[in-house]
């Protein structure tokens, strides 16, 4: 999808760059049928500026990056009543959840020593603490790190044989930017689990995993947001991990006899 191309390629991009692509992602249905220079006219960014970005990306031009388009998902239609919001906000997440590999993060989270898991906010803490109480339901621990304080300390002590999980809800972690690079220098692996937009955390992590979350609008003086698709991750997490190790024993009795 195109919000991971842009995770993937982040340091590559200059901000005309980064500003073309959040219009794409913006205007996605428009976009699919837009030419090279009727995407040129409306941003006033040049065809070959475009075209350079296209390749910045992976793609060989244009109309490779106009055919990976069409296969984006369709935006939220911002009308809907809450309920249905619901039913979209689930959805979005499982197609997301879907199309990443996951048995790879589930033989990391199964071979992990210690799993060791931060959380930016109140909402994803209770995440966390939810995916901590599953991990322990299938024989795994997590230790959940409380603050930066507790993370520069631990560091020295976490290895390549460890996972760090780190849930965000915009991957805008500046506060633990240099603890996150220096598991990078340490080839210590990281899970992050952020709402699907461009965010600074995924570009960090060894593998991302991406929740779709709705704004509900102001209400009573306060913003609300839903974290339902962060606990539809957790929940998939869960129930694919539980699966993963059912296989893994099976595989172990059927080659034991």
Not at 112 to 137: C, H, K, P, V
Not at 147 to 176: C, Q
């Given at each position: 999808m195109l919000k991971d191309l842009m995770n993937k390629y982040y340091d590559a991009l200059s901000e005309n760059d980064l500003y073309l692509i959040n219009y794409v992602l913006n205007h996605i249905e428009e976009c699919k049928n837009m030419s090279i220079l009727e995407l040129s006219d409306t941003c006033n960014i040049s065809k070959s500026s475009i075209l350079r970005m296209t390749q910045k990306i992976g793609f060989s031009g244009y109309s490779e990056f106009k055919y990976f388009l069409k296969n984006e998902p369709?935006?939220?239609?911002?009308?809907?009543?809450?309920?249905?919001?619901?039913?979209?906000?689930?959805?979005?997440?499982?197609?997301?959840?879907?199309?990443?590999?996951?048995?790879?993060?589930?033989?990391?989270?199964?071979?992990?020593?210690?799993?060791?898991?931060?959380?930016?906010?109140?909402?994803?803490?209770?995440?966390?603490?939810?995916?901590?109480?599953?991990?322990?339901?299938?024989?795994?621990?997590?230790?959940?790190?409380?603050?930066?304080?507790?993370?520069?300390?631990?560091?020295?002590?976490?290895?390549?044989?460890?996972?760090?999980?780190?849930?965000?809800?915009?991957?805008?972690?500046?506060?633990?930017?240099?603890?996150?690079?220096?598991?990078?220098?340490?080839?210590?692996?990281?899970?992050?689990?952020?709402?699907?937009?461009?965010?600074?955390?995924?570009t960090l992590s060894t593998y991302n995993i991406y929740y779709e979350s709705f704004e509900l609008g102001k209400h009573f003086g306060i913003e609300h947001r839903s974290l339902l698709g962060l606990f539809t991750v957790i929940d998939s997490i869960y129930r694919g991990y539980l699966e993963y190790t059912i296989r893994k024993k099976n595989r172990r009795i059927i080659g034991g006899d």
């Open positions: 369709k935006q939220l239609d911002t009308n809907l009543d809450y309920y249905t919001m619901q039913i979209k906000e689930i959805e979005t997440t499982r197609k997301l959840y879907k199309n990443i590999h996951t048995e790879v993060i589930y033989e990391q989270i199964s071979n992990a020593d210690t799993i060791y898991g931060f959380a930016s906010g109140w909402g994803q803490r209770n995440a966390l603490e939810e995916m901590s109480r599953q991990f322990i339901s299938n024989n795994k621990k997590m230790y959940i790190i409380p603050a930066e304080t507790e993370f520069d300390f631990l560091l020295d002590k976490m290895k390549p044989t460890d996972l760090v999980i780190v849930i965000s809800l915009s991957g805008d972690v500046k506060n633990i930017i240099a603890q996150l690079r220096q598991l990078s220098v340490k080839s210590i692996p990281t899970l992050s689990i952020t709402s699907f937009h461009n965010n600074h955390l995924a």
